[in-house]
């Protein structure tokens, strides 16, 4: 194999969480500690790789070597994912986007006031950013992976796999890297477990071990989609 598989390759990644604001000190978030996404510029860099990371709010630095546009919101992670898209070889989305975000924003504090009824939050979709990348890639008509990340828990209607393998096909992206997430797992630990899908129909392929091994296996397998697909 080569030294560096990604050498001449942009890839763009999103990694964190977006934080969606109910006033000026108020926000609601999620857990995402951006930890896998940060692994993922990381090895995608060490492959050779031109690096774009789009990084929402994450609990550890992003790397160094990486060109970096930090973001707040669902809306501002679509604006700076889409343009760092452009020109890219490759686009990871490893970001927990908030699927939904106050349809108001208070321009000052929201207060508790006695003989007030308490607030009332209503929330408003965000847009499916990862699905409005291959939207745009497939209008564009160029030659793009587009590599999308999937946390399932499993239930009484279905496993795991075959949510991931519907998710898929809604998003319609090239690979989905699958987390199968139990109760404490995935959210800030240093390991993860993954299953990748392909819509190519390739057999599903296991990865677990630290974050970086994860990513590791992720962008080996971007790597020889690459050479598969776009010589
Ligand atoms: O639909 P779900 O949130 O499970 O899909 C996860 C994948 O979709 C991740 O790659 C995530 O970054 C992306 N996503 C997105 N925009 C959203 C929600 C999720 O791009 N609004």
Redesign the pocket.
Known sequence: APLFPLAGRTVTI?AGGTREPLDPVRFLGNRSSGKQGVALAEAARDAGATVRLVAAHMEVPAPAGVDVVSVET?LQLRDAMLSAAAGSDVVI???????FRPADVSGTKIKKRDGHADPVVSLVR????????VTVRDAGGTSQLVV?????TGDAHGDVLEYAAE?LKR?GCDLLVVNHVGSDKVFGQDHNSVVILSRAGSEPQSASGTKHDVAAVVIDRIGAELSRVFP
Not at 93 to 99: G, L, Q, Y
Not at 126 to 133: A, F, G, K, R, S
């Open positions: 999103s669902a989305m490893a970001a927990a986007v908030a699927d965000n847009p499916d950013i990862l699905h409005e990348l999308g990340f999937a946390a399932e998710k998003k």
